[in-house]
């Protein structure tokens, strides 16, 4: 579950959407077919079960929920399926990765495969949070600020715009 | 003691509401933890049973349950991802071809 809880988050989903139409003759189908279900259920634990009780005090020494048991059985009578589940494991990880794999990862890549990806640019002389562009400047003033800039130089047009 | 019948009686609801939901939900992942909830209703019969009847095979097997449920949901969801990055939806009706 922990799984489905990071799935979630890592696929930024959006509320379901509501087909109109589709499928929608199948929701009462599907819900006579579980009245249904919960019915022979019930009926049949009604008619044969509804005496037997889970009273662990009627089977002393049995061994059941006592790790010991379990690992007993699990490593004497049950041992080719838990070494097949260590197959299964091993497949369902390896497929997993697999195909949650970006596709283009597994290939060579020059640095000109980046494209104009701004991410993958070379980085500019201007650290970011550095820029001349401050709130509250106008328009004009930037204009004025940004020709200033072109004549004097970068410092200068900071020097001009903390005297204005 | 509870008797055994509640405990068939809530797998069973159980079972029925990720029944009900496999069959009505289109979003992949509420499809997906449907699922879950029918294994793990399976699972509280094992034990329920393995419990009334004294014998430790009902724990085992949900050990082994428990470990294909969890194999299923790294494929399953690994699936998911790859449907969602080229479809950008978890609309099972959009991938309704095998072809990604």
């Given at each position: 579950m922990v799984l489905v809880v990071f799935v979630?988050?890592?696929l930024n989903v959006e509320e379901e959407a509501r087909h109109p139409a589709r499928l929608r003759y199948l929701i009462p189908i599907g819900v006579l077919l579980a009245a249904a279900l919960i019915g022979e259920a019930a009926f049949m634990l009604t008619l044969r079960g509804g005496s037997a009780r889970i009273d662990p005090t009627e089977i002393p020494n049995s061994g059941v929920g006592l790790t010991m048991s379990i690992g007993t059985g699990l490593f004497t009578k049950y041992l080719l399926p838990f070494e097949v589940t260590s197959v299964l494991i091993l497949m369902a990880l390896v497929g997993a990765i697999t195909l949650a794999r970006r596709a283009d990862v597994a290939k060579p890549q020059s640095r000109d495969d980046f494209g104009t990806d701004p991410a993958y640019l070379p980085a500019t002389n201007?650290?970011?949070g550095e820029s001349i562009i401050q709130p509250g400047l106008t328009a004009a003033t930037g204009r004025a600020m940004a020709e200033?800039?072109?004549e004097h130089g970068e410092a200068a047009a900071r020097e001009e715009q903390g005297e204005v | 003691m509870i008797p055994l019948s509640w405990y068939l009686t809530l797998s069973a609801v159980l079972f029925t509401l990720g029944v009900v939901g496999v069959?009505?939900?289109r979003n992949a992942i509420s499809m997906f933890m449907c699922i879950e909830l029918m294994l793990n209703a399976v699972?509280?019969?094992f034990v329920s049973f393995s419990s009334y009847f004294g014998d430790v095979t009902g724990q085992l097997f949900v050990f082994i349950v428990m470990t294909v449920a969890a194999a299923e949901a790294a494929v399953g969801l690994g699936i998911i991802i790859a449907i969602f990055r080229n479809r950008e939806t978890l609309d099972v009706d959009d991938a309704s071809i095998l072809k990604l």
């Open positions: 979630i988050m890592l201007t650290p970011r200033y800039q072109i | 069959i009505t939900k699972n509280l019969t």
